[in-house]
């Protein structure tokens, strides 16, 4: 059986437990992770706590096509590519290495795209495997997770996944999550920001920590990692300050999650904007 493990959830399956903390030394600097295609896609920090956009797909698809100017996709108007593609030129260059050479044919399945952006771009490592698929057409909802002891598989997050171009050659791009219990409301989505940035949002559980990140689509090396936040209650807001430095234009993905109980990510989401 597959599961969401929402944030109220664990904390009543860990009582037992007395506050167990399993943070992995794998997480660290250096790691890298094998995709299905042979790269290797570098695991550049510990795994932390990352907030998406709580509106989700709702709010995505309500986003406006200028907001994504060069960068929008050719379907799904309005949805920013976040990763690992951000530009229709990328996805030419990746064509056509593919075409002549099979280079990394795993863009071209939604799931092990999923899992390369959470493992390695993302850094969360402990999250190992695609327990939900939800694929129309050029639209995928890619549940992630990790197993339960002894039991069954759970799910921290649901990315939001679309196909970047035209044909059946088309690469999957991360463009989003799908949030319930941490939710991220600031900014909006597809906001052209500058920095410092103020991002907040909801959460819901007992000794949160949430910690943000500030990524962008050609390095897993953060532009700005938080601390932990102190958090707790039901929907209780939490925001935070963030710092970055990108050229004008640029794509960026903010995270937030949450861990600590059981695994050091045990629910995490991600929105996107734009650098004004």
């Not at 698809?61 to 690992?84: F, I, K, Y």
């Not at 794509?251 to 650098?275: D, M, Q, W, Y």
Request: charged share 15%; hydrophobic share 40%.
């Amino acid at each position: 059986m597959r599961t969401r493990l929402g944030i109220a959830a664990r904390t009543c399956l860990i009582a037992p437990l007395t506050a167990v903390a399993l943070w992995l030394a794998a997480c660290g600097n250096g790691g890298s992770m094998a995709t299905p295609g042979g790269a290797r896609v570098p695991s550049s920090r510990p795994a932390g706590v990352v907030t998406p956009s709580p509106a989700g797909a709702a709010q995505r698809s309500q986003e406006s096509s200028a907001a994504a100017g060069a960068a929008a996709p050719t379907r799904s108007s309005g949805l920013l590519p976040v990763w690992p593609f951000t530009s229709a030129a990328q996805v030419r260059r990746w064509q056509g290495a593919y075409r002549s050479g099979g280079h990394q044919p795993w863009h071209l399945d939604a799931g092990q795209t999923a899992l390369a952006f959470t493992r390695g771009h993302l850094g969360y490592v402990e999250v190992d495997r695609i327990t939900t698929r939800s694929i129309k057409n050029g639209d995928a909802h890619i549940g992630v997770g990790w197993r339960v002891s002894g039991s069954r598989d759970a799910t921290v997050a649901v990315l939001h996944l679309i196909r970047f171009g035209a044909g059946a050659g088309a690469p999957w791009v991360v463009v989003g999550s799908d949030d319930t219990q941490l939710t991220l409301d600031t900014p909006r989505y597809g906001s052209a920001v500058t920095s410092p940035l103020r991002v907040g949002g909801r959460i819901t559980g007992v000794d949160e920590s949430p910690r943000v990140l500030v990524v962008g689509s050609a390095s897993s090396t953060p532009l700005f990692a938080s601390d932990g936040l102190p958090a707790g209650g039901t929907r209780t807001p939490w925001s935070t300050t963030v710092r970055f430095s990108a050229p004008h234009g640029t794509v960026l993905a903010i995270a937030v999650s949450t861990g600590g109980h059981l695994k050091a990510v045990e629910e995490f989401a991600i929105t996107a904007i734009r650098v004004a």
